[in-house]
């Protein structure tokens, strides 16, 4: 029995959910393993919600929006940049292996590159296996 | 043998207990002292900025 | 009006909070004459057998301060929630962890090892640890047992009420007390003897734009006491953190780092300060960034120094 990771992806918008979308259109064949949210802007991506991912399961997570330059409200992928990049910090802190998190740019063109991503985390999460998040006993998530 | 146990000591910083053990002519026959907390300060400022560390060793005791 | 049976334990503390309550100065007299205290290992001789044995709900009202770290602090956790009526997470250990939570970044083991044969004043050549068994000539000896996670006390028990601080601050506990014996207490749940609002929104520091383009530690560069830490680049957890202590490191020239905890409706501190500080950052590639994160050392312990327990992962995966 195959491990088949849990990865989250919270997308944006305008380039990378649209991206994805034609990946579907395209009828491009490529791993399952990725529940996507969509946002409007990667800028709206709380590092909370990638932390809420793995807390409740997540043994991966995605986060996809529009190349630098192109933020569809100009600034917004910037500000994701910088966020991602002290989060990344913060993760290591935790034990989280780099491999279990990934920030990619993929255009509303690129649906081969969608693909292609969400084949390389799905893989890299799979070498890893499950993300044994040692919580203690009796834990509630507030809602 | 008669055992008294005083838990937890009081009136102090600190958590302790008392164990007293006395014989049948009732004087002590032995007698431990344990101290049951362990926080771990020593391992966890490892790796800390340096200027951080007062603020975080002031902690071990508010007293 | 009969008094309150009032009861103030701690757990994996370090006793600032009774210093705290005791630091009310004259007060302390208005509560003594509010209160009869039952149970108070600080100040009075009242033993673990003696909570055994009162009724459920005999107190009126525990504030249980420190972390849970032991199986001892588990088991009083438990206690004293069945024989209180109203049980108050009371400083920022028994709110979120505290600083003891700090030790989420490693277990047991690891703890162990440092605190009990590597420190360097530790002489100990046949190596011996605490054992929750130990058998004497006499008896049997007992401590508790030591776990590898520090919990908030609401990870064990329903809790009332939160008063945050580390400690909270005089003034806040007397307004507490005042709610307490008025009977005028928020909904259950709540979160008492703070702002509503972030530290921002009562620090006295001037204020301009937030374009941070290096970060500075006190270690190697002075901060202008008028200005905003953050803005000079001083790593300062304000923006995230909840309001009611009157800034009072602000005021004595450092930095706040977060006791008062997160604001209403955040639900990790230190996600939260990663979002609110990155995104002050002046820079668009990839490059500058990295240089400009490179000056903040040990990323989780500087945005969340006293809520890693509460945090939405909890500890470390080692």
Redesign the interface.
Known sequence: MTFEPKIVGILCNWCSYTGADLAGTARIKYAPNVRVVRVMCSGRV???F???A??EGADGVLVAGCH?GDCHYIEGN??T???M???K??L?????EPGRFRLEWVSASEGDRWAKVVNQITEEVRKLGP??????R?????A | ?T?IS???I??????GKI?I?LGDDGSV??C?F?V?????F???????????VP??VS????? | MAKLKLASY?A?????????ILDTHEKILDIAAAADIVFW?????????DVEAMPDGHIDVTLFHGAV??S?NEHLAHLLRAKSKVLVAFGTCAHLG???G??N??DRK??FK??YHD?QSTVNPDGVE?QTKTQ????E?T??E????V?PLD??VEVDYYVPG??PTPKQIWAVVQAIVSGQLPPKGSVVGASEKTQCDECKLKKNEKKITSFK???TAQPEHETCYLEQGFLCLGPVTRGGCDTRCQLSG?AC?GCYGPPPG???Q???A??A???V?E????AE??RI?AE??????????FGIPA????????
């Open positions: 709380d590092p909370t990638v932390l809420k793995f807390a630098p910037y500000k940049m910088r966020r990049a002290l989060f910090k913060m290591a802190d935790y034990g989280i993300a044994k998040l040692r919580a203690p009796r834990k509630k998530i507030p | 043998m055992r005083i838990d937890p009081t009136r102090l910083e600190g958590h164990e053990f026959s032995n431990y344990q049951p907390e362990l926080r771990g020593e391992k966890f400022v490892e790796g800390m900025p340096i200027e951080e603020r975080v902690r071990i005791c508010g007293v | 701690w994996a503390a370090c006793g600032g909070c009774d210093v705290a290992p600080i100040a009075t001789d009242f033993k673990y057998a770290r032991n001892e505290g600083i003891p700090l030790a970044l490693f690891a703890i440092r605190v420190t605490p004497m000539p006499e008896g000896l401590l508790p030591f776990y590898d996670t919990m990870h064990l580390c400690p530690r006190i270690a450092v780092r955040v639900l990790d230190g996600a939260k990663v979002s500080i990155a995104s950052i820079a668009k590639d990839e960034i990295g994160l903040i050392p040990d990323a989780l312990r500087s945005l969340n120094r945090s939405l992962l909890r500890r470390k995966t080692l």
